[in-house]
């Protein structure tokens, strides 16, 4: 299975990442190259195998419920590329 | 063939009760200045990482138990990814293929909730699952120079996102659904049910269909905030996809809003890019899990729930299932006729229903108040209801004690009593005395009764008792004046 | 004490504890060393002397005091830029946070700061994690001290660099497939990755989250196990963080190997590896028998798959991880863009290099709609295999040897046209991660053009004693660990 232009673009997007259409086509060859190399986990047998989504085998710890945070608005916006009166600013959002 | 089935299924999201975020230690008060409450974690700093929030485990639990739902011993957090400036680190953690609540439903009355003598008919909506999840910020749309300004104080608030199958067909049965379960969740304490603030939303997927066919393509009315824009939203979203398909027109799966100006509904246009949330199991978070010792401690911790409670309030009271199910419909008014029944004496239950139902009810809506901000406190009515039973009182005075205790002239009917000087007069001898002056006084009346008259008898009630300013036992009046009269 | 740059930790301890350098001299004696042979490796990317000596000067007030202080209390270290240090920049080697001074500290940066430690400044590294050789970094590659010519490996190839050079005795890195060990190996050097979850990753800019795990990075495996009894223990901010009771890593260090069964997978003994690293890792396995070790034969049958597995789910995470970065709290973003779509997908295009876009592609790929079972989820299935194959190995075994990387440090430019070529150069230790297991890599000789070569300990799960105990055991009969680039001298 190898990807296409529109494939490489989709993809793009959902991941928000501008491609020139130059950038798309090298993009799409070194995709391809990387999901080739991929490609041999299909020929693995792994029926009846649970898959393992962590490195370690425990369960959740869970955290009591108590407010341990105090407001640090001025130093985390100081580090902001856009706010006022105490708000992130983005271009404006239609929805 | 001009008949339609309507489709509907709500999903509906609950803020959960906690004092702290779902994955983080900031506070989740309602209207603090934007961004305040947004640390480290919930504005997604490069390197923080998510810690879940035990007490909304618990909610979860109280939930699945009071719907009757399987609580899953292992269940899985898994990110939702998405790009959008309210959701800051461009997933949500929610749950997907293993949520914690599965199954259950409600129980719910559809056509009788104002009206004693209209028949109800009861259906039983299915719950699919619920799951816990965390809320986003907010997007502020006022004007910043033509930029949409963002606060995260709301981001990583806990919700437990509750799912039914479609199972209503119409919308009087989606807002009955709703309705029950807004009154639940705040039963079992695990949401404020506030509306306005947004601590309970419900989405709802609408479909229409020809009976007997397969499902219709749905539409998802986005964030309804009152049980009224429900009703209005869903009603005009039917006609909108009747009309549709009778013009020949094809129903596309959308994600609409309701605007309440226009009563209309309309397709978001943010949420037109074809989506792709790419869930998978978030590496930050273990899988949780549920053992059942602890199902058991949150069982043990559980109110009594509002079914079997109106079954109880039936059985043990002697209520009829109107009453049982209006004292039921809400934990605060469940929790003020118990308060007031402990008070008055379970022999005075249905008295108590009674006077809860029709005074203290026609007052607060009057008024427009919630039971638990009634002036007059279950024990305070209960006293009255006391004074009436021991005949301190007759009923007319006591809606006079009622009306002092609703200004707040005394802090007790006994109080009251006292202090006007409304105490029933009972004794025989007062009251023989005060007969005997009003038959004197009243002669014409008596020839009349005589004549045969009957309402002149009436009339020398009436002036026995306005002699006492309402005080005299009316049935020792009546007695003591037919002795007098002989009859 | 012109020697001081040349030290072990329990010297420098000494040393100070004594009083005869103070912390601040100490301090001062690393940073002009900084300042003289840095800009040749560009392995330091940001430096506050002020900051610094502040921390120096605090450092011997404890000590003059004579109690407070710990075994490392005024000792330099530096960081890799990874660790969110407050104050600090911390760029994670991106353009995307060249602009983002960390308001808080991590939980491995608050640790070692806690126990004394001084920090020089902030380690170059490859772009968020990603890469072999550093040549990721947006402020330009690593050398590696041996032979400028040459890549240090990465992605903490800035700290690798920086302890070869003398430039720090100790940094902390990050090894998600190798990150520690492979640059240690390349640059000679001792380094430790634990087991997943025995350090808090709070802090620690997340590549890929399951298999992410900090450690040190030292010249010998005594300096590696006093760091690590600095940095591990229970963090409760870290969901995956274990709770496990305290341990001194140092407590088995001077046992005796006798008996020690090394076990030898016969697939890291193949024909993937260059014949001068093999010798060189013969000899190493000599020195063991010598010490009392015996060797026995394990298989890791499914080992071969870790690299495919490994570039499905770590870029899978990240594509997610990285979502954050979108310009709109902190970081880049791009000056022009006509609204919300464009804002977004212009930051992250000029904020993140050609090796991250690749990877979130990559990742993003994987994850879509009807993709998933068939990538991400067989290769968590593999994944399982491959842990499996080391319980069992670990049935006949203590520790598992091998070499760190197929070959010595390459030259720049030599991989990096060809992204699956420069993955394979982590063919050796990227199944440890998937594992969670420990793994470390000490020096064990030099190779072709006289480049260091590595040898790898992989321990069982929570092993880390075991570890150091089997390298410093070596490192007592063998000097490979104590020499150094000329230049650097």
Redesign the interface.
Known sequence: MSLTLEDVARIA??S?IELSPAERESTRDQLNGILGFIEQLQAVNTTGIEPM??A?D????????????T???AD??AVAP?T???????????? | MSRWEVVIGLETHAQLQ???KIF????IAFGA????????VD???????????????VCAIKFGLAVGATIAP?S??A?K?Y???DL????QISQFEIPVVAGGGLAIRVGAANDPNATATEKFVHLTRAHLEEDAGK???ED?H???????NRAGTPLLEIVTEPDMRSSAEAVAYARALHSLVQWIGICDGNMQEGSFRCDANVSVRRPGEPLGTRREIKNLNSFRFMQQAIDFEVQWQINEITEGRAIRQATV?FDPDTGETRS???KE?AH?Y????D???????IRPEWIAEVKAGLPELPQAMNARFQSEYGLSAYDASILTATRAMADFYIAAVAAAGAGNAKTVANWIMGELAARLNKNDMAVDASPISATQLAGLIQRIADNTISNNIAKKVFEALWNGEGSSADEIIEKQGLKQITDTGAIEALVDEVLAANQKSVEEFRAGKEKAFNALVGQAMKATKGKANPQQVTDLLKKKLGV | MSDLFNSSLRQLAATLTARKISAVELATLFLDRIDRLNPGLNAFIALDRDKTLAQARAADEKLNAGAGGTALTGIPLAHKDI??TKGWR?S?GSKM?EN?V???D?HVVEKLAGAGMVTLGKLNMDEFAMGSSNETSHFGPVKNPWDVSRVPGGSSGGSAAAIAARLAPAATGTDTGGSIRQPAALCGLTGLKPTYGAVS??????F???LDQAGPMAKSAEDCALLLNAMAGFD?????SLERPTEDYARDLEKPLAGLRIGLPKEFFGDGMDADVRAAVDAALDEYRKLGAITVEVQLPNSGLSVPAYYVIAP??A??N?????G???GYRAPEYSD?AEM?SRSRAQGFGAEVKRRILIG?YV???GY?DAY?LKAQKIRRLIAADFQEAFKVCDVIMGPTSPSVAFAFGAKSADPVQMYLSDIYTISTNLAGLPGMSLPCGFGNNNMPVGLQIIGSWFGEAKMLNVAHQYQRVTDWHTRMPKESK
């Open positions: 997007l959902l928000r989504a962590h370690v425990v369960v959740q710890r869970l955290r009591p419920d108590a407010v341990t945070e407001d640090r608005r985390f916006q856009e006022e009166a105490g708000l992130y600013l983005v271009p404006r959002v239609v929805e | 906690t004092k702290s983080s230690g900031s506070s200045e934007p961004n305040v409450q947004a640390n480290a504005i997604a700093l490069p390197g923080v990482l998510p810690v879940l929030n035990r007490e909304a485990v292992r899985i957090f990110r990814n790009f959008y400036p800051p680190k461009g997933y997007s502020l749309h910043f033509g930029r949409t300004g963002i606060d995260l809003l978001m246009r943010s890019d792709d790419r869930y998978f199991p590496p930050d978070l273990l899988p949780l899990e | 660790f969110c911390t994670c946070l983002f960390s308001p808080y991590a990753r709070y802090g620690m800019i997340a890929a989250s399951s409760p901010r870290d969901s995956t899978a995470e594509s997610s990285l979502s954050r970065f979108d709109v709290r902190y919300l977004y993003t994850l879509s709609h998933y991400y």
